[in-house]
Nanobody, 118 residues
Framework: QVQLVETGGGLVQPGGSLRLSCAASGSFFNQNSLAWYRQAPGKQRELVAHLTRVTKNVADSFKGRFTISLNYTKNTGYLQMNNLEPEDTAVYFC?????????????WGQGTQVTVSS
C-alpha cells in the first residue's frame, strides 16, 4: 500500500505563490509518474499538470504560472504555483503511479485546499 500526503495549501492573496508537496510513503519499488488535479466547488476535477520520467506537461490554462516537479530520491512531488488568481481557488489533489509487488498501482492523495482571496 502507498500513501500520498499533500501539504502546502492555504490562504494566499491574488498575485501570491504557493508550493504544494505530495509525499509518498509505504511499500513500492519506484514512482513512475505524478499528476496534479484540482476541483473547484461545483466543478469537475481537472488536470493541472503531469510528468513521467520522460515527459512533463502543464495544461495550457496554467502554463507560465504553474510548474510540476518530482524528487525521485525523496519520493516527493511538487506543484509550484505563481501569480495566483481567485479562480485558482480549489482543492488540489496529487495522483501518482508506482511499481509495487502487485504491479503498477495508482494512488490519490487526500487533497489540500488552496484559497486565493484578498
Amino acid at each position: 500500500q502507498v500513501q500520498l500526503v499533500e501539504t502546502g495549501g492555504g490562504l494566499v492573496q491574488p498575485g501570491g505563490s504557493l508550493r504544494l508537496s505530495c509525499a509518498a510513503s509505504g511499500s513500492f519499488f519506484n514512482q513512475n509518474s505524478l499528476a496534479w488535479y484540482r476541483q473547484a466547488p461545483g466543478k469537475q476535477r481537472e488536470l493541472v499538470a503531469h510528468l513521467t520520467r520522460v515527459t512533463k506537461n502543464v495544461a495550457d490554462s496554467f502554463k507560465g504560472r504553474f510548474t510540476i516537479s518530482l524528487n525521485y530520491t525523496k519520493n516527493t512531488g511538487y506543484l509550484q504555483m505563481n501569480n495566483l488568481e481567485p479562480e485558482d481557488t480549489a482543492v488540489y489533489f496529487c495522483n501518482a503511479e508506482f511499481n509495487t509487488n502487485r504491479g503498477r498501482q495508482n494512488y490519490w492523495g487526500q487533497g489540500t485546499q488552496v484559497t486565493v482571496s484578498s
